[in-house]
């Protein structure tokens, strides 16, 4: 006859019944069933994200360096004196124009601002135009398109 599984036991001594702990304060594994005095341990059902006294994750993340914030626009910036360096009058200012000349990053919405001044009429299509950079390419007779 062969041994099947059904055959197999385990050997005599080798388990033992459940000890039922917390069942009153005079026998074994009563009052604190075994989880010792205060603490995490001794608790049921503490939160996962509970970090003990510790600041949580979540509210010191933005404090940690290097937090970027992914809703934040960042602008290549350009002032209208590097446009009258850069461009002649008549020039269509655009983000290919402005890349090709190695001003902007790659990527990037462009902003003009209004810092120094123009003398040529110069032709702008970019995103975003500071409103004293309008007045400035108004004056030398040049057209923003939005």
């Not at 388990?15 to 005079?26: A, E, P, S, Y």
């Amino acid at each position: 006859m062969s041994i099947k599984l059904h055959h197999l036991k385990p050997a005599a001594g080798a388990t033992t019944r459940k000890r039922r702990v917390g069942r009153g304060d005079r026998g074994k594994g009563g009052k604190t069933a075994g989880r010792g005095t205060k603490g995490t341990g001794a608790r049921g059902n503490v939160p996962f994200w509970l970090e003990g006294g510790n600041m949580p994750l979540i509210r010191r993340q933005p404090k940690l360096p290097g937090f970027n914030n992914p809703n934040k626009i960042v602008y290549s910036v350009v002032n209208v004196d590097r446009l009258d360096v850069l461009f002649d009058a008549g020039a269509e200012v655009t983000y290919e124009a402005l890349l090709a000349k190695g001003v902007v990053r790659k990527g990037r919405p462009v902003k003009i601002l209004g810092n120094g001044d123009v003398t040529k009429a110069v032709i702008v299509d970019v995103d975003k135009v500071s409103s004293a950079a309008r007045e400035k390419i108004a004056a030398a007779g040049g057209t923003i398109r939005d």
